[in-house]
């Protein structure tokens, strides 16, 4: 997967693991793309029945943020998958391309897996304890099964530790395996 070349992107050579947890992320991601539909289609059914039939339902308004929630969290994954989330380039572009790639592990090391392996730490318990009490929604009419939107939290967090994996692996690849003379698409030497 390459990304536009007109893009600011740092274009990172691939492995043959994230080249397969690339493939495989994305594939998830197509899959999933789908929800966006249902979701237009169940908040028309609900605004629908409010204003022409006087009758708002609360379990499609809780299911409209369930479907948001789950296609946001596969959306971050592609999103560092495709080198397409959101980032200050003003000043990285400024750089060459092996402090790129120096910023871009820093930043995976110190600030994304820190954060990610918080997430799913403290995701466990709280999945677990819903899935337990067999927690529901407090609104009357509200969605049961709690844990389950719970649960795609911490599974959202594990694909989006995933593809930082993937693209830390990229980085090594740039920053320390044996030089090539130019990185395609990059237009400059390593």
């Not at 028309?44 to 296609?71: P, S």
């Not at 009357?140 to 389950?148: E, I, K, S």
């Not at 090594?172 to 395609?184: G, K, N, Q, T």
């Amino acid at each position: 997967m390459q990304p536009n070349p007109d893009s600011a992107a740092l274009v990172l050579p691939e492995t043959a693991l994230s080249r397969r947890i690339d493939a495989a992320l994305m594939k998830l991601e197509a899959l999933f793309s789908w929800i966006w539909l249902v979701l237009l289609a169940v908040i028309v059914v609900n605004v629908i029945a409010r204003y022409a039939f006087g009758e708002g339902r609360i379990e499609f308004e809780e299911l409209q943020w369930h479907l948001y929630a789950v296609g946001f969290l596969v959306g971050i994954t592609a999103g560092i998958v495709a080198d397409t989330h959101v980032r200050v380039d003003a000043l990285r572009n400024r750089y060459s391309l092996r402090t790129q790639g120096w910023i871009e592990l820093y930043g995976l090391l110190l600030l994304l897996f820190p954060f990610v392996a918080l997430v799913l730490l403290y995701s466990v318990p709280f999945v677990a304890l819903s899935f337990e009490s067999a927690e529901v929604s407090v609104s009357p009419g509200g969605l049961p099964y709690r844990w389950v939107i719970k649960g795609a939290l911490f599974a959202g967090f594990a694909l989006l530790g995933l593809a930082a994996f993937s693209r830390l692996l990229r980085v090594c690849a740039l920053l320390f395996s044996a030089p090539s003379p130019l990185l395609p698409g990059s237009g400059e030497e390593r």
